[in-house]
C-alpha cells in the first residue's frame, strides 16, 4: 500500500489543522494506522493508532485530549484532527500502516509508511 500524507502546514499557537494520509489498494481496511512525528533533531514519536475498523484508539499521553485519529474506509483515509497546536507540536508528521496488525506505538510494527508533511506552529 501506499501512503500520502497531507494537511501540514503553518499555524499559530492555538490554532488546529486536520492531516489527512490517502491510502491506495484495495485492502485499506485491513490495516491499523498510526501516526508519528519527527521534530528536529530528536528521534521519532508515536502520536496515536486507530484500529482497522475503526473502534479503538489510542493516543500518546501527553497528546490525549487535543488530537484525535478518525478514518473513512469508504475513502482509504485516516484523519489526525490537532487542536490547541502549540510550538512543541512543530515537526514532520508521518502515517503508518500496519497490515492485520493490533493497534501499537511501536514504529516497527508498521509495515508501509507515508512521505511525511510538515507542521510549523508559531507562538
Known amino acids: 500500500v501506499q501512503l500520502q500524507a497531507c494537511g501540514g502546514g503553518l499555524v499559530q499557537a492555538g490554532g488546529s489543522l486536520r492531516l489527512s494520509c490517502a491510502a491506495s489498494?484495495?485492502?485499506?481496511?485491513?490495516?491499523?494506522m498510526g501516526w508519528f512525528r519527527q521534530a528536529p533533531g530528536k528521534e521519532r514519536e508515536f502520536v496515536g493508532t486507530?484500529?482497522?475498523?475503526?473502534?479503538?484508539?489510542y493516543y500518546a499521553d501527553s497528546l490525549k485530549g487535543r488530537f484525535t485519529i478518525s478514518r473513512d474506509n469508504a475513502k482509504n483515509t485516516v484523519y489526525l484532527q490537532m487542536n490547541s497546536l502549540k510550538p512543541e507540536d512543530t515537526a514532520v508528521y508521518y502515517c503508518?500502516?500496519?497490515?492485520?496488525?493490533?493497534?501499537?506505538?511501536?514504529?516497527?510494527?508498521?509495515?508501509?509508511w507515508g512521505q511525511g508533511t510538515q507542521v510549523t506552529v508559531s507562538s
Open positions: 503508518a500502516a500496519d497490515y492485520l496488525g493490533a493497534t501499537t506505538n511501536r514504529p516497527y510494527e508498521y509495515d508501509y
Open positions: 489498494g484495495r485492502t485499506f481496511s485491513s490495516y491499523a
Open positions: 486507530i484500529s482497522w475498523y475503526g473502534g479503538y484508539t
